[in-house]
């Protein structure tokens, strides 16, 4: 969870001192050639240290299968601190050593950095947690998410690290919370499912479970593993080819490629290029334009920590379809208020009330539950190559954004909103008519829920059985709630604060 704290952290305070970070690529270019930059070297540079981040999360997705494969979840973690340590240096020197290469290199690892975390720490998560606290816990990739922009957001204040003298010092932050993790995650236990399916190792998977859930009786847990396994019909790690070419996960595959597409085609990251103009037409002052943008990382923080709370109450998918509805509904009343907001005074007051909707309405859903989803729509073995699916579908439709919106912006001027009102449309009924509930149901009964529209025979009732563990028994009646999860949730929210 460190990665994607600080990652979204480092983003969000990336563009608050993009004013600065063009200055000293103005001043490297003076000291090296003599000359001033021109206004489209600049732009250029600017582009390419944004954008690459992208590329780099796209080849960290690449690696994810092969890396949790080799060396397991927790020590796929363990070895993307690495890559934070890497950038932290490099973002961080390149100030000193008036290189602005250093920069866009640290980007870029950063980029990898993100892309590993993305989708090692929800494939970790999904499997070590209750399946009655899968959703909230799963939720927690969306808390720390919108945790870094808002940190950004408040480091990025002129009386902290806001200033032309201080920019740089914020990424040397990176790496100290890489360095506890690389002290304390070798302590915690590996995925007790990658144990015992992957590598055979029921007394390892034995002492995870226990370690997690708090108990000493974790023969249930365990049987389910095993059940699983017996079903499947791989027993070794499916390709991404192999994963594709299934007939009986065509629509798994589909889901998530909707999903995650339009988590990033939602039009989130042009809410937050319009932000800053809607401010200054409302009249409000340069210097108290941060303060008031706070309120934006404050309610994208506290909508995720309420959809994290209501997940296992109210489900995956009604979440899904009212976050994009929702979504849909506000950039259209958006895109009302930008063409009237030079016709009344007070108009801009209503915009920018709909992007703090919009927000609040992504976070909702569509912010964290992409990611749950992709850990629990697939069984063991097809599992990472799902998530190296849905990382290349991110980090593609990531760069699409990013490259296509300046154009859209400047055809369709505000009439842009209305592209991704299309598509959270689409994305919402997609969700509607295919996505079936999967709170508080085992990896094999979700599977089993896209039998029919897969076209593929149901599993035997006696395997079914065989899986179903009463949500019932006599410990969760007392407790209200899995034994141990606060042991899981301390572990987990320890591991968060580095």
Known sequence: ?????????????????????????????????????????????????????????????????????????????????????????????????????????????????????????????????????????????????????????????????????????????????????????PFLPESPRFLLMERRDEAGAEKAFRAFLGKKDVSKELEEVHAEGRAQNTLHMASVTELLLNPALRWQVITVIVTMACYQLCGLNAIWYYTNGILRDSGFAENVIPYIVLSTGGIETLAAVVSGLVIERIGRRPLLIFGFSAMAFFFGLLTVFLNFQDQYTWMPYLSFTCILAVIASFCSGPGGIPFVLTGELFEQSYRPAAFMIAGIVNWVANFAVGLLFPFMQESLQTYAFLVFLVVCVLGAVYLYFILPETKNKTFMDISQSFAKINKVPLVNKEIENELTIKAGSKEVEENGKPPGVSLLLYILYFDSLK
Request: hydrophobic share 55%.
């Open 1 to 185: 969870m460190r990665n994607i704290f600080f990652a979204e952290m480092l983003t969000s305070f990336l563009f608050l001192s993009i004013q600065y970070i063009k200055t000293f690529y103005n001043q490297t270019w003076m000291e090296r050639y003599g000359e001033p930059i021109g206004a489209d070297m600049v732009t250029m540079l600017w582009s390419i240290t944004v954008s690459i981040f992208a590329i780099g999360g796209l080849l960290g997705a690449l690696c994810v299968t092969l890396l949790t494969k080799l060396i397991g979840r927790k020590g796929t973690l363990l070895l993307n601190n690495g890559f934070a340590v890497i950038a932290a240096l490099l973002l961080a020197l390149g100030e000193k050593a008036r290189s602005f290469e250093m920069l866009i290199i640290g980007r870029f690892v950063m980029g990898v950095d993100s892309g590993i975390a993305l989708s090692a720490l929800p494939m970790y998560l999904g499997e070590i947690s209750p399946r009655h606290m899968r959703g909230s816990i799963g939720q927690f990739n969306s808390i720390l998410i919108c945790l870094g922009v808002f940190t950004g957001q408040v480091l990025g204040l002129p009386e902290l690290l806001g200033q032309e003298s201080r920019w740089n010092f914020l990424f040397a932050f990176l790496a100290l919370p890489a360095l506890l993790q690389l002290c304390v995650l």
